[in-house]
């Protein structure tokens, strides 16, 4: 896995990891980063400078690791919880990007902040600026 992150995206990781254990217990997963020195990897154009990330929707069970997989057609994915922590990662000025398929998401959170791209049905990716 890539877990190459810029000291701006640990910066942020951080911040919205203690955000969230203030409204949630729960943890939220951490997939793809970036490779060091700016690699390619899996097909991926993007995740080269780490600068962007990609986070595991939110869950309705306390299913951890690997095997907490979820995508937005799963039963046990939690729409509420997803936008929360994704309206937490939009509040902080760093994040300028934010991918997700899930259209009611994309209403619930109004003026476009958060788009659709193929292949993000199972994952949100965040992207932010290189210099916060």
């Known amino acids: 896995?890539?877990?190459?992150?810029?000291?701006?995206?640990?910066?942020?990781?951080?911040y919205i990891e203690r955000e969230w254990q203030a409204i949630d217990d729960r943890k939220f997963g951490i997939g793809?980063?970036?490779?060091?020195?700016?690699l390619g990897y899996?097909?991926?154009?993007?995740h080269r400078k780490g600068l962007e990330m990609d986070i595991r929707p939110m869950r309705n069970d306390r299913l951890e690791g690997?095997?907490?997989?979820?995508s937005r057609?799963?039963?046990?994915?939690?729409?509420?919880?997803?936008?929360?922590?994704?309206?937490?990662?939009?509040?902080?000025?760093?994040?300028t990007k934010v991918f997700f398929n899930d259209g009611e998401v994309q209403k619930t959170i109004a003026g476009g902040r958060v788009r659709s791209l193929q292949g993000?049905?199972?994952?949100?990716?965040?992207e932010i600026r290189e210099h916060g």
């Not at 993000?120 to 965040?126: G, K, P, Q, R």
């Open 1 to 14: 896995m890539a877990q190459y992150a810029h000291p701006s995206l640990l910066t942020l990781i951080f």
């Open 32 to 38: 793809n980063i970036s490779i060091a020195e700016g």
């Open 42 to 46: 899996d097909k991926h154009v993007s």
């Open 66 to 70: 690997q095997s907490a997989r979820v």
């Open 73 to 95: 057609f799963d039963d046990v994915y939690d729409r509420n919880a997803t936008i929360k922590l994704i309206r937490l990662f939009l509040q902080h000025p760093m994040v």
């Open 120 to 126: 993000h049905d199972d994952h949100l990716h965040i």
